[in-house]
Nanobody, 124 residues
Framework: QVQLVESGGGLVQAGGSLRLSCAAS????????MGWFRQAPGKEREFVAR????????SYADSVKGRFTISGDSAKNTVYLQMNSLKPDDTAVYYC?????????????????WGQGTQVTVSS
């Protein structure tokens, strides 16, 4: 049974930093991509960043480029999202997701597994 468990969310002032973690278990994730998505109240879930276990390639939404960094530790089966220079617009529930490398990219539909989410609140 695949499990994705996020942690690291919280309340931070604008300009501050947080690091989210996503611990994955239940299968081998080689050939998979890991994504971070977020959903603010009244808005659709949106892509934030993607990491591939094969080769370590990364992708980012334009809104977070230069501020967020996604990385992975294969020994721990854990993916991280380092968030710097946070803005109030970054406030949302952040979800970790995993999916087949060829299907999982910008769309949430391509990801087969999801975590429960962690709240990030950025105050102005």
């Amino acid at each position: 049974q695949v499990q994705l468990v996020e942690s690291g969310g919280g309340l931070v002032q604008a300009g501050g930093s947080l690091r989210l973690s996503c611990a994955a278990s239940g299968r081998t994730f080689s050939g998979y991509a890991m994504g971070w998505f977020r959903q603010a109240p009244g808005k659709e879930r949106e892509f934030v960043a993607r990491f591939s276990w094969s080769g370590g390639s990364t992708s980012y939404a334009d809104s977070v480029k230069g501020r967020f960094t996604i990385s992975g530790d294969s020994a721990k089966n854990t993916v991280y999202l380092q968030m710097n220079s946070l803005k109030p617009d970054d406030t949302a529930v952040y979800y970790c997701a995993a999916g087949n490398y060829y299907r999982a990219y910008l769309s949430a539909n391509g990801y087969a597994y999801w975590g429960q989410g962690t709240q990030v609140t950025v105050s102005s």
